[in-house]
């Protein structure tokens, strides 16, 4: 059983900076890669990056590229994204996601939220 455990959102004014984090735990488990999604109520589940742990690529989505850098703790299966310049279409609930190595499942957190006031 895989379990993935965010930190870290919160409530800040537009232009704070917030850093999420969220970790790995499982028997045996090896990530191939580790990202963050979000969701606003009554939308989809959206991509914002993620980093893949042989040579630890990166992939943002446009909306967030230049403003947000995800990284990695390797050996704590830990993924960080730390989000700068923070505008209220940020506000969302953040998930965690995590592709296994090897058989290739993909598992989720339950969800952070981060609300940007004006």
């Known amino acids: 059983q895989v379990e993935l455990v965010e930190s870290g959102g919160g409530l800040v004014q537009v232009g704070a900076s917030l850093r999420l984090a969220c970790t790995a735990s499982g028997r045996k488990f090896s990530p191939y890669a580790m990202g963050w999604f979000r969701q606003t109520p009554g939308a989809e589940r959206e991509f914002v990056s993620l980093?893949?742990?042989?040579?630890?690529?990166?992939n943002y989505s446009d909306s967030v590229r230049g403003r947000f850098t995800i990284s990695r703790h390797r050996v704590q299966n830990t993924a960080y994204l730390q989000m700068n310049s923070l505008k209220p279409e940020d506000s969302a609930v953040y998930y965690c996601w995590a592709k296994a190595a090897g058989w290739g499942s993909e598992h989720w957190g339950k969800g952070t939220l981060v609300t940007v006031s004006s």
């Open positions: 980093i893949r742990w042989p040579g630890s690529h990166t």
